[in-house]
């Protein structure tokens, strides 16, 4: 199958930084990836889909300028979450769409941990 | 309220047995709903997909039924072995979104 890939798969930075975390397409091209944010033991929660060339579409209740997200090109989607805090810890997942015109299907990158210290 | 509910406790089974996990959802309308596993630390990863229109799937070891009138899926792992023990997932397709349960964590003892 399609492999996604991240990095850093996790980071620790103090309170009040930004960080940015890489979400590659490596063998295939993704015109649409999406960020997911999973809390232990909870649900992957879809915080933004990003569409190269426009701007990304944000779920309700997430910040679109606390997590800025940049999908320069068909394989890379960035996200920068901005002024990290302590309760913005949590494990980021991105995943790219295959572009499968018969079902939304996405594949998963390995995940971010990042903690906020 | 939309929901999407899996059983939160965890599973433990022996190996060799049956492992039977239940997905039941509210106020959707799926046109197909998804089954992933996801080990400690890493991404979801795809299993299987069935569509309104069908009742049954099966892959390997794995079946995954669909029941559109109780709202409900049951996912199957047959023979089951200690491998298998995860986290797993089941999603609905929400217009252009996946929506994600928290999932139901197997535990296969050998």
């Known amino acids: 199958g399609a492999v996604v890939s991240q990095h850093p798969s996790w980071v620790i930075c103090k309170s009040g930084t930004s960080v940015k975390i890489e979400c590659r397409s490596l063998?295939?091209?993704?015109?649409?990836m999406f960020w997911y944010r999973q809390f232990p033991k909870q649900s992957l929660m879809l915080m933004a889909t990003?569409?190269?060339?426009?701007?990304?579409?944000?779920e309700q209740g997430v910040e679109k300028d606390k997590f800025l997200i940049n999908h320069a090109s068909l394989t890379l989607s960035t996200l920068t979450v901005t002024s990290a805090h302590p309760e913005d810890s949590s494990f980021y997942i991105c995943?790219?769409?295959?572009?499968?015109?018969?079902?939304?299907?996405?594949?998963f990158g390995p995940g971010t941990r990042l903690t906020v210290l | 309220s939309q929901k999407i509910e899996q059983n939160s406790e965890a599973l433990n089974i022996q190996e060799g047995k049956t492992a039977t996990l239940t997905c039941n959802y509210t106020?959707?309308?799926?046109?197909?709903l998804q089954w992933y596993r996801q080990d400690p630390g890493r991404g979801p990863v795809f299993l299987l997909l069935?569509?309104?229109?069908?009742k049954e799937k099966r892959k390997e070891r794995l079946k995954v039924t669909f029941d559109t009138t109780l709202k409900q899926s049951l996912f199957h792992i047959t023979a089951s072995q200690p491998a298998d023990s995860a986290t797993y997932l089941c999603?609905?397709?929400?217009?252009?979104?996946?929506?994600f349960g928290a999932g139901t964590i197997l535990r296969v003892k050998s």
């Open positions: 995943s790219a769409d295959s572009g499968s015109k018969n079902y939304n299907e996405q594949f």
């Open positions: 063998d295939f091209q993704a015109t649409t």
């Open positions: 990003s569409n190269e060339g426009s701007k990304a579409t944000y």
């Open positions: 106020n959707y309308s799926p046109a197909y």
């Open positions: 069935i569509r309104e229109n069908e």
């Open positions: 999603a609905l397709e929400d217009g252009n979104k996946l929506v």
